[in-house]
C-alpha cells in the first residue's frame, strides 16, 4: 500500500508522541519536531509505504532524541495489561472467536492513539460480532492442508492474543509448523523477539526476527534468512495495519491480513467502513 | 510569541484540512501533503512565529493548490450562524457581558476544528462564567481618555459578535475615534476588509487593512500606512490566538488581547488552563 494524503500528518503527530514519549523537556521537543520538519520531506514521496517509510523517520528521530526506546514504559503496561485480560478470559474454545480475538488485541496500539484501560471491554465486545470481509474459512481451510505457517504479529500486549490463536490453531493442525516473526529491535509500540520469548512463544513456535526494526515487513529491508523462510511457508497470517501496508501490493494469496482498519486510508484501501475488523486474503 | 514544539504538527494538520476544502480528489490532496513535506522545513526554525510561518506556508499551499480561498463556503457558513446567534440575542446592555461574547465569539474557529452548530450554546455558556485574566477594567479605564482605538479582528463570522461590543464601546466612549483592521485577502478563515464592509463596520467605525493576507498581525509584514497607525492609537484590542501570536513579543501595554486559549501551546504560554477565556493587558 502507498502512503495516502493523510499519512504525512499521521507521521508528524506520531513523531511529536514520539517526542513526548522520550522528555519532558518542551525545549528538547521542539528541538526534536523541527528536526522532523526539516528531515520529513526527505522520506516522503508518491510511492512511499506508511509504515515504511514512517518507520525510517521514527528511527532517525530515536536517534536525534537519543533514546533507542520510547514506549518502553508503555510497552510495560500494554503488556500487563494484555497478560490480564487473556489470563481473565481463560480458554477460548472456539477458534474462529480466537482469530477474532487475535484482531481485537490490535487495539492495544498506542502508536495511532488508544487507551489501554479500555481495551478488556472493547476487546470482548468487538470479538462477539461480526468480521467486515471475513475469510477465515478460505485461511482454515489452507491450513487443513498446509505444512508450514507464519505468523507476523504487530504490537506488545497483542502478542498475548496472538498466542492464545496460536495455541488453539496447534490444537486444530496438529501437524503445522509455525514460526513466529517480530522485529529485530524496538520501534514504537511493535513486538521485538525478545518480546515474544518474553511472552513464552518458544514454547509454542520458532521465534524468528523479520532481520529489521521497521514496523511491519518491509521485505526490502528483511534479513536474507527471513525472505528464505518468507518464500517456503504455505502460510502468512500478517497482523495489523504496518504489515497489511507493507506486504498488500504482493497480492499473495498465501497471506491473510488479521486486522482492525483504525485509520482512514487503511479503511479507504480496503473499502470497508474505519474501525472494521477483517480477515482478508492477500490476492484480494 | 515564539513558536511551541506542538506548532508543528498542528500547521501539518491544518495545511490537511486546507487540502480537504480545496478538492475532494486525494490525488491531488496528495500531492499537496507531499508539497507540505517537502517545504515544511523552509518555513519553521527556532524563533518562528506559528501564525506567520503558518500562514505564509499556507499561502504557498494555497497557490499550489490553484485555490485563493479554500474556506469560501465555511466562511459563509459561519458567517450566517454568527449573524443569526448575534440578531437571536438583540441588545446587550452591559459592556463586560459585550466583551465576554466578542471573546466568546472566537469559537467560530474552524481552522483549529471546531463545530459551528454548537457555538450559539457554547458562547451564551462561555459568556455567563468569569475571565481567567481580567484586566477589562483596565481596559475601560484606559478608553475613558483615550482618543482612539484601533480593533484587531480575528475571524469570519466572530465579527458579528466584534461589531455588537464596538457599538457598546462607541455608547460608553463616544468620544472615541474607533478604527477596525482586518486582513487584506483571505486566509484560513480570517476576516478580510471585505468580510468587514459586508457586515456594516463601515458605520460604526473606519475599516483598515493590515496590508497582509497573514493571520494575525505580523508588523513586518504590514504596510506603511497600517503601522503608522498602529504607532499612534492610544488602545489596542487584539482578538484571539493569531494577534496573540504576533503581536505579545511587543509587550505593549496599549494591546489588550482579547482569546480563549484553545491550545496547550497558548495556554502555557499564559499560564492559563486550556480553554480559558482572557482579557490580558500586552505588558504582562
Known amino acids: 500500500m502507498k502512503i495516502h494524503y493523510e499519512c504525512i500528518a499521521c507521521a508528524v503527530n506520531q513523531a511529536q508522541k514520539i517526542a513526548e514519549m522520550s522528555t519532558e523537556d518542551v525545549v528538547q ?22 509504515a515504511t517509510d514512517g518507520g525510517r523517520l521514527f528511527l532517525e ?22 497478560r490480564d485480560v487473556v489470563s481473565d478470559m481463560g ?34 465486545r468487538l470479538a462477539s460480532g461480526e468480521l467486515y470481509i471475513d475469510h477465515s474459512n478460505e ?16 504490537n506488545c500486549g497483542e502478542i498475548y492474543f496472538d498466542r492464545m490463536f496460536i495455541e488453539r490453531m496447534r490444537e486444530e493442525f496438529p501437524g503445522l509448523k509455525v514460526y513466529v516473526a517480530a522485529k529485530e529491535g524496538p520501534i514504537i509500540n511493535d513486538a ?4 515474544l520469548r518474553e511472552a513464552g512463544f518458544d514454547e509454542i513456535a520458532e521465534v524468528v526476527s523479520t532481520g529489521s526494526k ?3 515487513t518491509p521485505l526490502e529491508y528483511a534479513s536474507p534468512g527471513f ?10 497470517i500478517a497482523k495489523g495495519q504496518a504489515n497489511f501496508e507493507t506486504l498488500s501490493d504482493l497480492k499473495d494469496p498465501r497471506i491473510f491480513f488479521l486486522l482492525k482498519a483504525k485509520c482512514t486510508p487503511i479503511s479507504r484501501e480496503l473499502g470497508v467502513p474505519k474501525g472494521s475488523l477483517v480477515c482478508v486474503r492477500g490476492r484480494y
Open 29 to 50: 521537543r521542539k528541538k526534536a519536531m523541527l528536526f522532523i520538519a526539516k528531515k520529513l520531506g526527505e522520506f516522503f514521496n508518491e510511492d512511499s509505504v506508511p
Open 61 to 82: 528521530l530515536y536517534e536525534f532524541l537519543r533514546n533507542d526506546d520510547p514506549f518502553e514504559e508503555y510497552k510495560r503496561l500494554s503488556t500487563e495489561l494484555a
Open 91 to 124: 480458554r477460548v474454545n472456539d477458534l474462529k472467536t480466537a482469530l477474532k480475538l487475535a484482531i481485537a488485541g490490535n487495539l492495544i496500539d498506542f502508536a495511532v492513539g488508544y487507551d489501554p484501560r479500555k481495551a478488556e471491554e472493547d476487546m470482548l
Open 139 to 154: 485461511l482454515f481451510s489452507e491450513l487443513e492442508n498446509a505444512r508450514s505457517l507464519l505468523y507476523l504479529v504487530d
Open 192 to 195: 521485538t523477539v525478545e518480546d
Open 214 to 216: 521497521l514496523p511491519g
Open 227 to 236: 525472505l528464505r523462510l518468507f518464500e517456503r511457508v504455505d502460510v502468512v
